[in-house]
C-alpha cells in the first residue's frame, strides 16, 4: 500500500490499524459530514466500518487499480481523522475524481488542504494524470473552496444529480476540474 506523509498528517491504507473502525465510526456517525457524501449511510455503524475496510484492502491487492482509498491519520494521535481518494482512476485517459471528508472535530484546522495536496501531488506527479474532477454538492461551500484553493474551476451543474444515502434528499452537484497544468500546489 502507497503511503504519503505531510507536516502533520499520514494517509495510508484505510484497516491498517485496529482503531480504524472505532475512528471510522466516530467520524461519520455525524449527519453534518455524511450529508455531503454520497455513499455513507446515516446512521454509520461497526459493520458499515468493517464493509468499507473489507473493500479497501481487497481493492490493495489488484494489480490495475481504477482508485486508491487514503484513511487521513494525525500523526500527533495516530488516529484516523478522515479519508481521501482517487476514484473512477482511467490511466490511458489520464483523469480520475476525488473524494474527502474529515471528522466535524477536525474541520478549519488545514488538513483537508493538507490532505487534498499530497493527493492531487501523488495523481499529478506519480499516477501521471492530466485531469482531476470532484462533485460538490450545493450548500457545501467549504468543499467547493477547497478545490478552488488548488485552481479547480466550476465547469457546471448537475441539477437533482444525486440521491445522498444519509438523508435520502435528492440534490444538485457542483462539478469542477482540474488540469495539471492549473494546479496551485505544483512545485
Not at 73 to 89: A, D, Q, T
Request: net charge positive.
Amino acid at each position: 500500500m502507497i503511503k504519503l506523509k505531510t507536516k502533520r498528517l499520514i494517509l495510508r491504507g484505510v484497516g491498517d490499524r485496529k482503531s480504524d473502525v472505532n475512528d471510522l465510526v466516530e467520524g461519520c456517525n455525524n449527519l453534518e459530514v455524511t450529508k455531503w457524501l454520497l455513499m455513507l449511510p446515516f446512521p454509520y455503524r461497526r459493520k458499515d466500518a468493517l464493509g468499507w475496510i473489507k473493500h479497501c484492502k481487497e481493492n490493495y491487492k489488484k494489480k490495475d487499480k481504477n482508485s486508491y482509498e487514503f484513511a487521513v491519520e494525525l500523526k500527533e494521535e495516530g488516529k484516523l481523522i478522515g479519508g481521501i481518494g482517487l476514484s473512477s482512476v482511467k490511466k490511458d485517459q489520464g483523469t480520475a475524481t476525488v473524494g474527502y471528508w474529515l471528522n466535524g472535530k477536525y474541520h478549519r484546522k488545514g488538513y483537508g488542504s493538507e490532505a487534498l495536496k499530497a493527493v492531487l501531488d501523488f495523481a499529478f506527479n506519480w499516477l501521471k494524470l492530466r485531469r482531476i474532477e470532484a462533485g460538490v454538492f450545493t450548500g457545501n461551500p467549504s468543499s467547493a473552496k477547497l478545490l478552488e484553493k488548488f485552481g479547480a474551476k466550476k465547469e457546471g451543474l448537475k441539477r437533482k444529480s444525486k440521491i445522498c444515502k444519509a438523508d435520502g434528499k435528492i440534490k444538485d452537484e457542483l462539478f469542477y476540474g482540474l488540469l495539471k497544468e492549473g494546479w496551485k500546489g505544483r512545485k
